[in-house]
C-alpha cells in the first residue's frame, strides 16, 4: 500500500510543478505586457503634460500682449481727449484747428486699430473673422492664437493628465497585483491576485487610450 501511495505522489509531483511553470510562464509574460502598457501610458503623459506647460505659458504670454495694447489704446484715448478738450476750450487757433482735427482723426483710428487687436489677441484670428483681422504673426495675418483658446487648450490637456493620473494608478496596482499572485501558492489566492490583475489591466488600458483619444482630440 506504502509502494502504490509513493507511486502516486511521485506521478503526481512533477504535474503540479508543470502547472505551476506554466502559471508563472502566463503571468510573467501578461506582467511584462502590463508594463510595456503602463510605459507608453507614461510617455503620453509626459509628452502632453510638456504640452500642457507650453499652453500656459502661451497664454501668459497672449495676455501681456493684450494688456500691452491695452496701454497703448489707453494713452491714445487720453491724448485725443486732451486734445478735443483744449479744442471745446477754445485753446487751439484757428488756423490750427485742421491740423489738430486730423491728429484727432489719427488718433481715434488708431485706438480703434488697437481694440480690434485686443480682441483678435484675446480670442484668436479663427474666431473673430478674418474681416476683424488687425494683428500681424511674423508678417502674416490670421496667425494669431487668442489667450482664451490657449486657456481652453491647456484646460483640457490637464483633464486628459487627470486620466493619464488614473490609467498609470490601475496599471500600477495590476503589476503589483500580478507579482503578488507569482510567489503566492495556494491555487485559489493565487487565482484571485491573477484575476484582479486582469480586470485592473484591461481598466488602466481602457482609461489609457480614452486619455490618448482626449490629448490627441486637442492637439
Known amino acids: 500500500m506504502s509502494t502504490e501511495n509513493n507511486e502516486l505522489i511521485d506521478k503526481v509531483k512533477p504535474a503540479a510543478g508543470k502547472q505551476g511553470m506554466k502559471f508563472e510562464v502566463i503571468c510573467g509574460i ?26 500656459h ?7 501681456l500682449w493684450y494688456q500691452t495694447k491695452g496701454i497703448k489704446e489707453t494713452l491714445v484715448e487720453e491724448q485725443s481727449n486732451t486734445l478735443q478738450a483744449l479744442v471745446a476750450a477754445g485753446s487751439i487757433r484757428p488756423e490750427q484747428l485742421a491740423t489738430v482735427d ?18 483678435e489677441i484675446l480670442q484668436g484670428s479663427s474666431a473673430v473673422g478674418q474681416a476683424n483681422w488687425a494683428q500681424d504673426v511674423d508678417g502674416a495675418m490670421g ?42 501558492q495556494h491555487d485559489r489566492m493565487r487565482n484571485l491576485f491573477f484575476a484582479g490583475m486582469v480586470v485592473l489591466g484591461i481598466i488602466g488600458l481602457t482609461v489609457s487610450v480614452f486619455a490618448y483619444s482626449r490629448a490627441f482630440a486637442i492637439a
Request: net charge positive.
Open 102 to 119: 486730423n491728429l484727432i482723426k489719427k488718433l481715434d483710428d488708431k485706438s480703434k486699430r488697437y481694440g480690434k487687436e485686443k480682441a
Open 57 to 63: 505659458n502661451q497664454k501668459n504670454n497672449a495676455y
Open 143 to 184: 496667425k494669431v492664437t487668442g489667450a482664451k483658446e490657449w486657456e481652453t487648450k491647456a484646460d483640457a490637456l490637464s483633464k486628459a493628465g487627470d486620466w493619464f493620473d488614473l490609467a498609470t494608478l490601475f496599471l500600477q496596482i495590476c503589476i503589483v497585483l500580478g507579482s503578488v499572485s507569482l510567489i503566492i
Open 30 to 55: 501578461v506582467i511584462a505586457l502590463l508594463a510595456a502598457i503602463l510605459a507608453v501610458n507614461d510617455l503620453g503623459a509626459g509628452k502632453f503634460g510638456d504640452d500642457e506647460l507650453i499652453a
